[in-house]
């Protein structure tokens, strides 16, 4: 492995992208033959994929790697160390939710919204959670295929309270804070004013790259179907 292989990694390793406007001698290296045979090398090895847009390089993890993804605990660093298992399930459907919110298109018009309110995810999230009470044989069928308990999740969500400006686990406005803060802390969305929220340009790259996988785009469609 040479030094220009080393540096990349090593920047790489620290904050899961670079970016050409910051360090673009930096950047250059990517086009490095040898850098790029080095990279072939630790991406089977380290598992994980580089991902480039005009102006970023990521580093991706595989699902398959233990090293570089999140586990419970990771995750509770940013929604509470007291939260429950059911609670963090919840907490990855209702990111999911948001996510394909955000970008739920085809083709090259991903996105669909270029901002959030707090009060309309509280309000989209929990028609959809009604809709798969009143669909519940469907939803069974598809819990078995995709290994989620659709119909665990909309019960928790529906039974929490809606007060507004309540923080509380067992709130609406409170899970969904929780779940606005874990993806502040990736880096995939910011305020632009009180409770409202866009998409970060880290989020803005890698949607087309995660909804190209065939998983995320078979989750996606359980949502598509809420909104026929």
Known sequence: MNVRTAKLFRALMNNGYIEKESDEELFSYYYDDEVSDDFAMLQQEFEFKLFKTPRRIYMIPDQSNE???QDNSDYKRSVGSDAKLPDLYLYNYLA?????????????NLETREL???????KEFSEHCRKIRDEAKDYEIAAEKYSIEFCGLADRWLSKRNDIDNNSADNMNGAIMKVIRKLRDEELIYESEPNVYKPTQKLSDLMPYFLSQQRVAEVNSIFERGEE
């Open 96 to 108: 999911v939710f948001i996510l394909h919110s955000m970008y739920g298109g085809k083709g090259n």
């Open 116 to 122: 959030f309110k707090v009060s309309d995810i509280i």
């Open 67 to 69: 090293l570089f993804l």
